[in-house]
């Protein structure tokens, strides 16, 4: 995908913004009384099955998980869904160049997806698969309700449709000679009668609800490209079946055409949520999870999320879903990723090279999620090394090391010290602050800002330790000396443990390895 400057996003804000946008700070939760989350729907992308998983696919996921896992700890009941979008004409291009039937394909490719989630350590609910029966049944009720809500017709349409987006393109979508800005290829002039969902109709209603909503869709200059959209774009219906392949969900009642892959696939929200025992209807849906509290997607399908999804849900009378999180492209060395550019970061060999939580740490930690964001294995390894590796990992050796050989058994710092005195203590102070400052960042989607309020701790501690000198004092005849000494480690020891758990979101294993 093409990275695309951020410039141009503030640029739209400004213009857009309006006095009627007003700041959103963080996402809104379910509460429970305690004040915890209650509950929590996250869902990512349904990744298009025609190739192996790359790592914009793996970059939202880890995002749903980090959310999920903090959700989790503040006691919710989560349902993260992942999965693939498995229909449409190129996938079944892409079987074909490999004498395969798109059956095999796809599910060839699950396992492709299903053993990456695995080795990054997702931690997902739900996995849909587009290609389900229950999800069939799911689609034939959608379509009916929106036909019978008046907003599908037929009719004869002529326009230029790139096969990699499965999309006819409008005039923005292109550059000159009708190349497609994320593919890079020439569209093709197509004519087909197809059938078409009533998108003017919710014209008005859409741009209610995003005004009405200022935190639907975020970051908010993003927002304001939507409103820019729904103001000056003319009104217009799209195209929601195609009759140039055979690989889809067949129209109710017309098998000449299968249902266009954005009408099926944003429906593997709902289908993916149901269990086995469950009937595929909607209205079983909305018992099991839905409406999706966050949508975590990419900025280039902004449009089928904002605009096409929530329309056929105001259509077929469901609820919309609350956020729309987005996320900007990737770039490696500041150049976009191609094939043709042999740059391509593949996700398994980083992860089986570096580890998971490596990777979790640097596209989560590190990257600023609403913005484009550009890795380099050099910035990679520095900063996972020296924030990780080095402020948390040699903290941890240096007292453990200190601990094992001093303390005769486990012990806490809260016995050996008196309320006061605890409490001006430096590590305490900053691990007391920490939570709030963490939970804060994580519910607005900050996760640089929750890492490294997080982290603050082993600053603090590590500053700290080189004040007391502890292994110095350690080395005393003076009991009281070795005594105070002990106590500070304890102290840290304590403040290395709550660092630890509010990093568990972003870094599940080496934060279960420091508890262990």
Same mark, same amino acid.
């Given at each position: 995908e093409p990275a695309q400057s951020d410039q141009d996003d503030a640029a739209v804000a400004e213009e857009a913004q309006g006095p009627r946008r007003k700041k959103v700070s963080s996402l809104r939760f379910n509460r429970s009384e305690n004040g915890g989350i209650k509950n929590l729907t996250v869902t990512t992308p349904l990744f298009y099955a025609n190739g192996a998983p790359h790592i914009g696919s793996a970059y939202p996921t880890i995002a749903a998980d980090v959310v999920s896992r903090y959700a989790q700890m503040s006691g919710g009941d989560v349902h993260f869904?992942?999965? =693939?979008?498995? *229909? %449409?004409?190129?996938?079944?291009?892409?079987?074909? $160049?490999?004498? =395969?039937?798109?059956?095999?394909? !796809? &599910? #060839?490719?699950? %396992?492709?997806?299903?053993?990456?989630?695995d080795k990054l350590n997702i931690r997902n609910q739900h996995?849909? /698969?587009?290609?389900?029966?229950? *999800?069939?049944?799911?689609?034939?009720?959608m379509w009916q309700r929106c036909l019978d809500s008046g907003d599908i017709y037929k009719k004869d349409y002529e326009g230029w449709y790139c096969v990699g987006c499965e999309a006819y393109l409008d005039a923005d979508e292109m550059e000159d000679d009708h190349v497609c800005k994320i593919h890079r290829k020439k569209a093709e002039l197509r004519r087909e009668e197809n059938y078409f969902f009533r998108l003017s109709k919710y014209w008005e209603k859409l741009t209610q609800h995003m005004e009405d909503n200022p935190d639907f869709l975020l970051p908010q200059s993003r927002a304001s490209q939507v409103m820019v959209w729904l103001d000056k774009d003319n009104? /217009?219906?799209?195209?929601?079946?195609?009759a140039s392949t055979d690989w889809g969900i067949p129209v109710p009642g017309d098998d000449s055409q299968v249902i266009y892959v954005w009408f099926d696939a944003l429906l593997g929200y709902l289908s993916s949520l149901l269990r086995p025992e469950d009937p595929a209807t909607l209205d079983t849906c909305l018992k099991r999870g839905w409406p999706a509290d966050i949508h975590v997607i990419g900025k280039d399908i902004m449009r089928f999320h904002a605009l096409y999804w929530p329309a056929m849900l105001m259509s077929a009378g469901l609820?919309?879903?609350? *956020?729309? !999180?987005?996320?900007?492209?990737?770039?490696? &060395? %500041?150049?976009? =990723? %191609?094939?043709?550019?042999?740059? !391509?970061?593949?996700?398994?060999? +980083?992860?089986?090279?570096?580890?998971? &939580?490596?990777?979790?740490?640097?596209?989560?930690?590190?990257?600023?999620?609403?913005?484009?964001? &550009?890795f380099a294995y050099e910035s990679f390894i520095n900063q996972v090394n020296s924030e990780l590796a080095n402020e948390l990992g040699n903290l941890l050796q240096r007292i453990l090391t200190l601990c094992r050989k001093n303390l005769p058994e486990p012990s806490g710092p809260d016995c050996l010290y008196e309320e006061a005195e605890l409490q001006a203590h430096p590590v305490y102070r900053a691990a007391l602050a920490a939570p709030a400052e963490v939970a804060a960042a994580f519910e607005r989607f900050d996760f640089p800002a929750a890492t490294q309020a997080a982290l603050r701790i082993a600053n603090v501690a590590n500053a700290h330790i080189m004040v007391v000198v502890p292994w110095k004092k350690l080395k005393s005849e003076d009991e009281q000396v070795r005594g105070e000494a002990l106590r500070e480690l304890q102290v840290m020891a304590e403040g290395v443990r709550i660092c630890a758990v509010? +990093?568990?979101?972003?870094?599940?294993?080496? #934060? $279960?390895? !420091? +508890?262990?």
């Open positions: 869904v992942t999965g =693939m979008d498995e *229909h %449409g004409e190129k996938i079944a291009k892409t079987a074909e $160049g490999k004498d =395969m039937t798109p059956q095999q394909l !796809v &599910d #060839s490719i699950a %396992g492709d997806f299903q053993g990456l989630w996995f849909a /698969r587009t290609t389900q029966p229950k *999800h069939r049944e799911i689609v034939a009720e009104k /217009r219906d799209f195209s929601i079946s195609r609820p919309l879903p609350k *956020h729309i !999180v987005t996320h900007g492209f990737l770039t490696k &060395d %500041g150049l976009k =990723m %191609g094939k043709s550019l042999g740059n !391509v970061v593949e996700p398994v060999p +980083l992860v089986e090279n570096f580890g998971a &939580d490596a990777v979790r740490f640097f596209f989560a930690g590190c990257l600023s999620f609403g913005q484009d964001g &550009d509010l +990093l568990a979101p972003v870094t599940p294993s080496v #934060s $279960g390895k !420091v +508890l262990e």
